[in-house]
């Protein structure tokens, strides 16, 4: 029987190995003879998983000392609001720029939870002959005594990713929910770093926070205990039960990216993928990409069938040939392949043959 390939955009496919462990595990974890989500979470074997995930993770990123590295609950939208109240008490001003959806729906977020004035934001996204590209502002012109500058270095929905490693006069704070260790950063230059777990890190839920220490000192609005940053520090992460499974998970996958050569193997194989699939759109007349050559998405690539009458028979075709949830959101339409670290090179080529063979029969 062939694989089913599974293109969601979140919750996505988990590598294989890292499912066939957990399974193999699910009910004598560890040699306890129970499974990792009924143990207490501060029990010495808990603490040593934690520990090891915390470790794995700074190596394959290279985190800085001065960096602690979190995580909460609450999935991406969780870390909309931390990081307002946060960093945004005393009437603190921050600058959003908005690059899609996700960026946009942070700004959002971010009005809500303060009062006028508190939120600048920027579209950075020109439109032209419908493609999309992303233009940085010189931020330096602007004088403004902003907390932190946010933006979204990968637009999960509309496949836009930005590449350029642009300075900031404030501490950048990113959410990286679909990109993380899709590629090598430099995480120095950030004050802080979010991402939801369920596309590259484990299930949904779970978030990871990469924040620099002084950072911390920021004065806060009034918030929840459970996303406060300095009490999750103070707490290992641990201030209330954390999603223990979740975090079980993302550490499996944190080794498993360590055994496939870290993330700088791992990004050469993303652009191998990346590359496949955006160099067929671009030969055929068929489908088109709206994403100027410089901010395709590594990890989302978003497509339109030139024929958009042809989407619902492309979609349930694909489903028969076991290449699963290729439809793109709703709010932009088309098709999207979410193509994560967990997606072998394998399944863009079975995407790229079916999409070939598409084309050739209904053209
Ligand atoms: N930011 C980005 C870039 C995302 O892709 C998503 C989810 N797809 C979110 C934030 C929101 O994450 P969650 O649904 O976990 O709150």
């Avoid at 934690?50 to 794995?56: H, L, P």
């Avoid at 067929?280 to 100027?292: A, L």
Wanted: with cysteine; proline share 4%; hydrophobic share 40%.
């Amino acid at each position: 029987m062939s694989a089913t390939y599974n293109f969601c955009a979140g919750p996505a496919m988990l590598p294989q190995a890292v499912m066939q462990k957990a399974q193999s595990e699910l009910l004598d974890w560890n040699g306890l003879g129970t499974s990792v989500m009924e143990i207490s979470h501060r029990s010495k074997e808990f603490i040593a998983l934690t520990e090891q995930a915390e470790i794995d993770l700074r190596e394959l990123m290279s985190i800085p000392s001065n960096y602690h590295v979190l995580f909460m609950h609450g999935g991406g939208r969780g870390q909309f609001s931390a990081v307002v109240n946060n960093f945004l008490g005393e009437n603190g001003q921050a600058l959003y720029l908005v690059s899609g959806s996700w960026s946009k729906s942070a700004v959002a977020e971010a009005i809500k939870l303060t009062s006028d004035s508190q939120i600048d934001s920027i579209d950075i996204v020109e439109n032209t002959n419908d493609i999309n590209k992303v233009v940085i502002p010189n931020l330096k012109e602007i004088n403004k005594d902003y907390r932190y500058l946010h933006y979204c270095p990968n637009e999960t929905v509309d496949g836009i990713e930005i590449f350029d490693e642009f300075d900031s006069p404030w501490p950048i704070v990113a959410d990286m929910s679909s990109n993380i260790m899709s590629r090598t950063i430099d995480v120095s230059r950030y004050g802080l770093i979010y991402a939801g777990a369920q596309k590259n890190i484990g299930p949904s839920g779970l978030s990871i926070v990469i924040v620099r220490d002084d950072l911390l000192s920021l004065p806060c609005l009034p918030q929840s205990s459970i996303m406060d940053y300095r009490l999750a520090v103070k707490h290992g992460s641990m201030y209330n039960t954390p999603p223990t499974f979740a975090w079980y998970l993302a550490a499996e996958v944190f080794s498993w990216l360590k055994g496939c050569g870290g993330i700088a193997a791992m990004a050469e194989t993303n652009l191998k993928k990346a590359a496949l699939l955006y160099d067929f759109i671009d030969s055929s007349d068929f489908y088109t990409s709206k994403v100027s050559v410089e901010n395709r998405s590594v990890m989302n690539v978003t497509f339109y069938l030139a024929n958009e009458a042809l989407n619902s028979e492309f979609l349930n075709q694909a489903t028969q040939a076991k290449l699963v949830a290729l439809k793109g959101h709703r709010s932009v339409g088309g098709m999207r392949a979410s193509i994560y670290n967990a997606m072998p090179i394998e399944g863009v080529e079975a995407l790229v043959e079916f999409m070939k063979d598409f084309a050739v029969k209904n053209s």
